[in-house]
């Protein structure tokens, strides 16, 4: 079975300012993540995913995150907070013989102050 | 193109009568998914259609939950009798294919559901 664990269910900060969500996860299996953020009365968007491929994943909106299997880690990060970056954010995971079955984490409250 | 559509938005119903979630998926989606998110909680996967088929139901609740994807499009979820602890938002997701390598699932903006 496989898990996601992100730490902090509210996170503030400033305009200008670094933008890090942690999330770590469980697997027995290779996994596949995934970053989804919610802006109010609006889906689940995703920002970016891990595939396999390249570590360290560019997203939209300026986001980016890299996976380290020895940490099992998948932080998502953004140098310079924008107000507009407030948001839920949520971690998410998913294994080959599980497709599209994907589990979340509980999910982080961004606030943006001026 | 349009999005994935739900409906209602919000509903509130008492205790042990029934409701009705409505889901449109992007057109050619085969793929369908409903997840939910109790308050306070994480979004939980519920089920998954390829076209009309139920490719994965292992996280309906119970036997109070009946989804349907007649003719291989739109999807009905439907919780009948509903109980207090059945509130929460429903989300759906619609994918083309299958598998995180080709699809991303695109989610709708949730159902609200409180249950008095």
């Known amino acids: 079975a496989q898990s996601v664990t992100q730490l902090g269910s509210h996170v503030s900060v400033s305009e200008g300012a670094l933008v890090l969500l942690r999330c770590n996860y469980s697997?027995?299996?290779?996994?596949?993540l995934f970053w989804y953020v919610q802006y109010p009365n609006q889906g689940l968007q995703l920002l970016l995913k891990?595939?396999?491929?390249?570590?360290l994943v560019k997203g939209i909106n300026g986001f980016e995150a890299e996976f380290k299997k020895s940490e099992t880690s998948f932080h998502l990060t953004k140098p310079s907070a924008h107000m507009s970056d407030a948001a839920e954010y949520f971690c998410a995971v998913t294994v080959t013989d599980s497709w599209g079955k994907l589990q979340f984490g509980a999910g982080t409250q961004v606030v943006v102050t001026p | 193109e349009a999005g994935v559509t739900q409906f209602p938005s919000h509903s509130v119903i008492e205790k042990g009568q029934t409701v009705t979630l409505r889901c449109d998926p992007i057109?050619?989606?085969?793929?369908l998914y409903w997840y939910r998110r109790v308050m306070g909680k994480e979004i939980k996967f519920l089920l998954h259609?390829?076209?009309?088929?139920?490719?994965?139901e292992s996280g309906m609740p119970n036997n109070r939950f009946l989804a349907e994807r007649t003719g291989g499009t739109y999807s009905t979820l439907k919780v009948q009798p509903a109980e207090l602890e059945d509130s929460g938002v429903y989300f759906c997701?619609?994918?083309?294919?299958?598998?995180?390598?080709?699809?991303?699932?695109?989610f709708g903006p949730g159902t609200r559901l409180l249950v008095l």
């Open positions: 891990y595939t396999s491929a390249a570590t």
């Open positions: 057109s050619g989606h085969d793929n």
């Open positions: 997701a619609s994918s083309r294919g299958q598998g995180p390598l080709q699809e991303t699932q695109y």
């Open positions: 697997s027995s299996v290779p996994p596949y």
């Open positions: 259609f390829v076209k009309e088929s139920k490719q994965d």
